[in-house]
């Protein structure tokens, strides 16, 4: 097993040259490992492949199951369980029902979709160690990161021209020391 994880970086000053250069290293068929932006870019997960996340399905799932729950549990609490004349209304009052639904409903959704989340995209504290490649991405450069272990097929002199010719102000070599 390798001690250290090769990378090359290509660091950009506009985030349109940055769009357009995604496209561009894709094409001559390099692999990027990851584009580290100081603020969300439009366009740039469509221009790196990214598929549509099925996040919203598992928030209809998890939202559906607490209003069914939160509706069967109170209706079989106060109309079987425990009837109560409250007010004179009758025991099963679904308007009544309504904010507790809602909720219900809410509380469900928000906690199931950040499990969720947090379990597909493998976001644990015991198992997240993030890497730095360049400070200056969390200010106002735009980074990308090749792995050249995932590029094999192309020299890596062959990957910093492509970089250059997409328009990279920079490209850097980095080492991952802390890579298992």
Not at 27 to 47: M, N, S, W, Y
Not at 81 to 89: A, M, S
Request: no cysteine; charged share 20%.
């Amino acid at each position: 097993m390798k001690e250290h994880q090769d990378y090359i970086l290509g660091v950009y000053d506009d985030e349109d040259v940055l769009v357009e250069a995604v496209g561009k290293v894709r094409e001559a068929g390099v692999k990027i490992k990851e584009v580290f932006t100081p603020f969300p870019v439009h366009g740039l997960d469509t221009a790196l492949g990214y598929k549509y996340s099925n996040l919203p399905v598992a928030s209809f799932i998890y939202g559906a199951t607490g209003t069914i729950t939160a509706l069967s549990t109170m209706i079989w609490m106060l109309g079987f369980d425990w009837p109560q004349d409250i007010g004179g209304k009758g025991h099963i009052a679904l308007p009544d029902f309504i904010p507790i639904t809602f909720e219900f409903t809410v509380l469900l959704a928000a906690h199931g979709m950040v499990l969720t989340f947090l379990i597909v995209s493998n976001l644990f504290p015991w198992n997240y160690a993030p890497k730095m490649f360049d400070a200056r991405s969390t200010d106002d450069k735009f980074v990308m990161a090749i792995e050249l272990d995932s590029n094999s097929k192309m020299t890596a002199d062959a990957i910093r021209s492509v970089l250059r010719e997409s328009g990279a102000t920079e490209v850097n070599d980095f080492k991952d020391e802390a890579h298992k």
